[in-house]
């Protein structure tokens, strides 16, 4: 397929082989403001949460460092025991809060492009170093795009904190006069609350963003008329595919066709070479419907499965080849054959009243009314060959 043609536009929506061969080269949509925005609201929240508790056991393991016995202070081989066992500590004690971090930043990129993992797109490519190309990708739409958000980040984040720095200058200056422990937990608290209203306002940059990188990312897929004609011709078009299809078509339609075969009234044969299986509901149906036919091994089959789901055979070597050649599957027989089926279902519905009552079975009917044209088909119609 032609992916490096420029001749055409790209006016055509990407192809579901396209879109699957982009994914597993890890081509996805992505948004960095959006998983940007996840981390620094995961980061804001969690230190609401937990501040408190990482606050008072930050303060715990200072005061057990300075505070040491005597004896350890003199021991010079216990010192780094000590230093190891307080960075456990605060390892542990921080394990939340990275978890909680860890967690946001494999949400965002999983909720707008999936979370398919590619060694694609973890190769190098060289074409990235291309001084050219860098350029072109600097003075694109996506380029422009990206200078436009850190423009809007700056403004944004310099208005919402020189508001933020306004309204709490009052109680900042007010912390010189609290207690040491006091002014320190209410000063992480205004921190922590600083630090949510800053994250919450990037939420207005990725409301942006994400849209815009969902059509950017199907734009750069977007195909030309001669490729979607190609990749057709490549898949569907190649007569290996063609052929596996149209075999796959015809096993569904003859698993279907013998599951109907119990459901006839009546199975008209060649005797050998043909088989029709015929139906018909006075109420539901206007004239007898073929549910299933076949010639030769089909034919066999067909034969065998009445035989075995009680389905009486015919034998009326003119009807059947007539059967076989002017009808389709689930289709009403041509009003040519009427009367010739019609003389067959009576005799088929005879044999069955005078086998419940014991009685002597009708003589089958001969000489049936069957068109001379009929018989002379050479070949079944498209969809049963």
Request: net charge positive; aromatic share 6%.
């Amino acid at each position: 397929m032609a992916e490096n043609d420029t001749s055409q536009e790209k006016s055509e929506q990407p192809t579901p082989k396209r879109l699957r061969e982009a994914r597993e080269k890890g081509q996805v949509a992505r948004s960095r403001e959006l998983n940007t925005t996840l981390v620094l609201l995961g980061g804001a929240g969690g230190l609401l949460v937990m501040g408190g508790g990482i606050f008072q056991g930050l303060q715990g393991i200072l005061r057990r460092s300075w505070t040491l016995e005597r004896e350890l202070l003199l021991d010079t081989g216990m010192l780094h025991v000590v230093l190891q066992t307080r960075i456990t500590e605060g390892l542990v004690m921080l394990l939340p809060l990275f978890l909680l971090l860890t967690v946001a930043a494999v949400l965002g990129p999983i909720s707008l492009g999936g979370g398919r993992f590619s060694g694609k797109a973890m190769a190098p490519k060289w074409s990235k170093l291309n001084p050219i190309s860098g350029l072109k990708r600097i003075f694109s739409l996506q380029g422009l795009m990206e200078f436009g958000k850190t423009l809007i980040k700056f403004v944004l984040i310099a208005s919402v904190g020189g508001t933020l720095l306004w309204q709490l200058s009052d109680a900042l200056m007010g912390l010189g006069h609290q207690p040491l422990e006091r002014g320190l937990m209410h000063a992480g608290y205004m921190i922590g609350w600083t630090f949510l209203t800053l994250a919450a306002a990037l939420i207005l940059v990725a409301l942006v963003d994400v849209p815009f990188q969902l059509w950017n990312h199907q734009k750069q897929l977007r195909m030309t008329k001669q490729q979607v004609k190609d990749e057709f011709k490549e898949t569907e078009g190649k007569p290996e595919v063609k052929s596996r299809i149209r075999q796959t078509q015809q096993e569904i339609a003859s698993r279907r066709m013998m599951a109907e075969v119990p459901k006839a009234d009546v199975v008209v044969t060649n005797p050998t070479h043909f088989a029709v299986a015929l139906r018909y509901d006075q109420e539901g149906m206007r004239a007898p419907r073929v549910v299933a036919k076949g010639a030769d091994l089909m034919a066999a089959q067909i034969r065998e499965r009445a035989r075995a789901a009680g389905v009486p055979l015919f034998s009326a070597p003119p009807l059947a080849r007539a059967l076989y050649y002017s009808t389709r599957v689930d289709q009403e027989i041509p009003a040519g054959l009427y009367v010739a089926v019609a003389h067959v279902l009576a005799y088929v519905y005879q044999l069955r009243t005078a086998g419940k009552a014991g009685a002597r079975p009708p003589e089958p009917p001969t000489d049936l009314p069957v068109p001379d044209e009929m018989q002379r088909g050479s070949r079944p119609p498209e969809d049963d060959r």
